[in-house]
């Protein structure tokens, strides 16, 4: 956990929820209607209306996901783990090889 506050987040959208809840509710309802009407439920329909809805489950927990920028570096957090990444581990000093190189590339000695 870092001390400063966050520069900006990013989080999953629920754009994958919903694509699989488009799928997953007309299996439920048809799972429903077969199982007014028969008292049983076909085992494939069965099968597939589970796989959806623990595809949705799966979904739905994943959007908990989410990047935080902060001064001291970039902190991740997901259902699964949390892992904070310190700057210090991310970032090279500028030699003077690659100092040349942007002169070299730019054209200019002021970086332009």
Known sequence: MFLSPARNTFRYTLSWCIAVALLFVPLVLWAAYD?????HVDSVLAFFTVAFGLLFAYAWLWTKTRVTLHEEGISYKSPFREKDLRGTKSRRPATASSQLT???ISGSSDGL
């Open 35 to 39: 199982f007014y009407r028969s008292r």
């Open 102 to 104: 942007r002169v070299h």
